[in-house]
C-alpha cells in the first residue's frame, strides 16, 4: 500500500504564493515521475507540472514561468511553489507518483486526496 499525502493548500489573494508539498510512503520500492494535477470544478483534471526521477520538468503552458515544480528523492517528496497566482489557478490540486511496490512489478501511478488552492481576486 502507497500514500500521498499532501499539505499547503488554503486561501490566497491574487499575485500571491503558495507552495504544496507531498510526500509517499508505504511499499515502495522506488518512484519515478512525481507531479501535480489539478482539476476546477467542471473541468477536467489536468496536468499542472511533473518531475522525472532525473530532475527533468514539464509544465502546463498556463503555468509556465510561474510555478516550480522540484522533488527530494531522499525522502519521496515532491513540491510545487506557486507564485504570482491567478483567480484562474483556483482548483484542487492533485500529487500523483509512479511507484514501484517491489522489483518484480512495473510502475503503477498513485494520487493524493487533493488539497484546495482558491485564489480571490
Known amino acids: 500500500q502507497v500514500q500521498l499525502v499532501e499539505s499547503g493548500g488554503g486561501l490566497v489573494q491574487a499575485g500571491g504564493s503558495l507552495r504544496l508539498s507531498c510526500a509517499a510512503s508505504?511499499?515502495?520500492?522506488?518512484?519515478?515521475?512525481m507531479g501535480w494535477y489539478r482539476q476546477a470544478p467542471g473541468n477536467q483534471r489536468e496536468l499542472v507540472a511533473d518531475?522525472?526521477?532525473?530532475?527533468?520538468?514539464n509544465y502546463a503552458d498556463s503555468v509556465k514561468g510561474r510555478f516550480t515544480i522540484s522533488r527530494a528523492n531522499a525522502n519521496n517528496t515532491v513540491y510545487l511553489q506557486m507564485n504570482s497566482l491567478k483567480p484562474e489557478d483556483t482548483a484542487v490540486y492533485y500529487c500523483?507518483?509512479?511507484?514501484?511496490?517491489?522489483?518484480?512489478?512495473?510502475?503503477?501511478?498513485?494520487w493524493g486526496q487533493g488539497t484546495q488552492v482558491t485564489v480571490s481576486s
Open positions: 500523483y507518483a509512479a511507484v514501484r511496490t517491489t522489483a518484480y512489478r512495473g510502475y503503477s501511478p498513485f
Open positions: 508505504g511499499s515502495i520500492f522506488s518512484i519515478n515521475a
Open positions: 518531475i522525472t526521477l532525473g530532475g527533468n520538468t
